[in-house]
């Protein structure tokens, strides 16, 4: 039930948006989060979003990207600016239902469902 898109390729140094398509979850705590998996390598956290509205994000993204949710809570998005060739991956959202904080949920490992993901390719 979790639906990126945005992706697309983009020279170094320009923006892209992703949007996820996510539910009003109907929860007291969770967590929605982007992450990313480059070819060869591990998943990785990028950015997430509690329930609060309280982000965190990994040191590689500070200052350039930012996690959002629409006003009505079904769409998540990640504003990613100053793009740069090593952003090369796809882009996944999740959610994890038993996340009190955003900064427990930048570790892949405890989310409970996933996107498809969409793919950013970064040219230099």
């Known amino acids: 039930h979790l639906r990126e898109s945005g992706g697309g390729s983009v020279e170094s140094g320009g923006s892209l948006r992703l949007s996820c398509s996510t539910s009003?979850?109907?929860?007291?705590?969770?967590?929605l989060g982007w992450f990313r998996q480059a070819q060869g390598r591990e998943r990785e956290g990028v950015a997430t979003i509690d329930h609060n509205g309280v982000t965190s994000y990994t040191d590689f993204v500070k200052g350039r990207f930012a996690i959002a949710q629409d006003n009505a809570k079904t769409t998540l998005y990640l504003q990613m600016n100053s793009l740069r060739p090593d952003d090369t991956a796809t882009y996944y959202c999740?959610?994890?239902?038993?996340?009190?904080?955003?900064?427990?949920?930048?570790?892949?490992?405890?989310?409970?469902?996933w996107g498809k993901g969409t793919l950013v390719t970064i040219s230099s």
């Open positions: 009003n979850y109907n929860h007291e705590t969770y967590c």
């Open positions: 999740a959610v994890d239902f038993g996340c009190s904080a955003s900064y427990l949920a930048l570790e892949p490992q405890g989310m409970d469902y």
